[in-house]
């Protein structure tokens, strides 16, 4: 089992800079956790969720929706209990509800950003950002 809980969520104004986190634990001392993708959601009122980034523990590549490309940066500290979402150059509509996931690399795709369908196994509750314009 792994607990994710993120934190790090506000309300800014467009243009303005966030980091979330996500604290991972349970399962993180396993060496099997190496072989874990872990990504961050976001999901806004009345849309559908979109997969935003994700991070490969066994290799750390990492990958990104089109739209945050070049503005968020998903990372991991030095033991990948810790996921991170930098964002940059926020806008209104990266407004969303954020949330991380983790799954094993065999069980969810972990060479892509994950579609809005992903079934990842482990969830946060997830943290609100919201983007003033």
């Known amino acids: 089992q792994v607990q994710l809980v993120e934190s790090g969520g506000g309300s800014v104004q467009a243009g303005a800079s966030l980091r979330l986190s996500c604290t991972a634990s349970?399962?993180?001392?396993?060496?099997?956790?190496?072989?874990?993708?872990m990504a961050w959601f976001r999901q806004a009122p009345g849309k559908e969720r979109e997969g935003v980034a994700l991070?490969?523990?066994?290799?750390?590549?990492?990958y990104y929706a089109d739209s945050v490309k070049g503005r968020f940066t998903i990372s991991q500290d030095n033991d990948k209990s810790t996921l991170y979402l930098q964002m940059n150059s926020l806008k209104f509509e990266d407004a969303a509800m954020y949330y991380c996931?983790?799954?094993?690399?065999?069980?969810?795709?972990?060479?892509?950003?994950?579609?809005?369908?992903?079934?990842?196994?482990?969830w946060g509750q997830g943290t609100q950002v919201n983007v003033s314009s």
């Open positions: 349970g399962y993180t001392y396993s060496r099997s956790y190496n072989t874990f993708c």
């Open positions: 996931a983790a799954d094993f690399a065999g069980r969810v795709p972990c060479t892509q950003v994950p579609g809005p369908k992903a079934t990842f196994a482990y």
């Open positions: 991070v490969y523990n066994a290799n750390e590549r990492t």
